[in-house]
T-cell receptor, first 115, second 116 residues
């Protein structure tokens, strides 16, 4: 299994809603990532989990809350988002944390719209 | 810190034409890694190739080929006999190893449109 899966594919939410994005991989990868991608821009790193522990938070607002329940799952909890948070949210994984030579495998993303 | 420059924002070619996507990188690290990813309209980034800084061999995979030249800090990507399915945004990216070196530095991407 060489896939990263993400659910849901699309999400529309109001600014007062609470929702979660889910990501799963079964490749035995020990690093998992959340990226945010706005239209016509490259992905921007948000969070990195290394061996199920949060290693990097790229100064992301607290309305985004990541969680790594186990080595295969990664969640992103959303609360009180703003319209400017509308974007494609990509999950990725790589074999070894801190190894720049490991390619990252990306999921199909969740297209989030905040009304 | 690294920097990746993809000067071509958008390219249009007619099907079966060859096309080269340019990538220029800047880094102070002696060991680094370069990547190409494809992002079709569906959104998923698809890994295409990785090249290590100490391996300047060019690579060919089917219709795809990559030319890595340290002398010009370039890692260009050529598609031969382009097809409509090649239409996508292509990102060049760079990474380094070491503690905390998780981040890929992406270029801004080149949108390739292959016209039938």
């Amino acid at each position: 299994d060489t896939e990263v899966t993400q659910t849901p594919k699309h999400l529309v939410m109001g600014m007062t809603n609470k929702k979660s994005l889910k990501c799963e991989q079964h490749m035995g990868h020990r690093a998992m990532y959340w990226y945010k991608q706005k239209a016509k821009k490259p992905p921007e790193l948000m969070f990195v989990y290394s061996y199920e522990k949060l290693s990097i938070n790229e100064s992301v607002p607290s309305r985004f809350s990541p969680e790594c329940p186990n080595s295969s799952l990664l969640n992103l909890h959303l609360h009180a988002l703003q319209p400017e948070d509308s974007a494609l949210y990509l999950c990725a994984s790589s074999q070894e944390p801190g190894a720049g030579y490991n390619e990252q495998f990306f999921g199909p993303g969740t297209r989030l719209t905040v009304l | 810190a690294q920097k990746v420059t993809q000067a071509q924002t958008e390219i249009s070619v007619v099907e079966k034409e060859d096309v080269t996507l340019d990538c220029v990188y800047e880094t102070r690290d002696t060991t680094y890694y370069l990547f190409w990813y494809k992002q079709p309209p569906s959104g998923e980034l698809v890994f295409l190739i990785r090249r290590n800084s100490f391996d300047e061999q060019n690579e060919i995979s089917g219709r795809y080929s990559w030319n890595f030249q340290k002398s010009t800090s370039s890692f260009n990507f050529t598609i031969t006999a382009s097809q409509v399915v090649d239409s996508a945004v292509y990102f060049c990216a760079a990474g380094v190893s070491g503690a905390g070196s998780y981040q890929l530095t992406f270029g801004k991407g080149t949108k390739l449109s292959v016209i039938p």
